[in-house]
């Protein structure tokens, strides 16, 4: 084989490693990124359920615990559930 040859298959082999890492990375880092936006939005949607049940309670200047309130902190602790938020608890425990 000549020196030309090797050199453009070299080049090939070269051109070819660099894609396919492009677009293995690119694949890793969506998914990953993926699943962290998915942990940040459950944490959004269950802080924002807990402040609205605190809102709820300083309207009500009676104390008492009614159904709106109720039903707020069920689905703030049905978000805090959630696996996304799961798998970051048992990554930090």
Request: a positive charge.
């Amino acid at each position: 084989m000549s020196r030309k040859k090797i050199f453009i298959q070299g080049l090939i082999l070269i051109v070819v490693i660099t894609v396919t890492n492009f677009f293995l990375t690119n694949y890793i880092f969506s998914k990953r990124i993926i699943e962290f936006k998915k942990g940040q939005t459950a944490t959004v949607r269950s802080i924002d359920h807990i402040f609205t049940a605190l809102t709820y309670m300083e309207r009500n200047p009676s104390g008492e615990f009614n159904d709106k309130i109720k039903q707020e902190l069920d689905e703030a602790r049905a978000f805090l559930r959630a696996p996304e938020l799961l798998k970051i608890r048992r990554k930090r425990s």
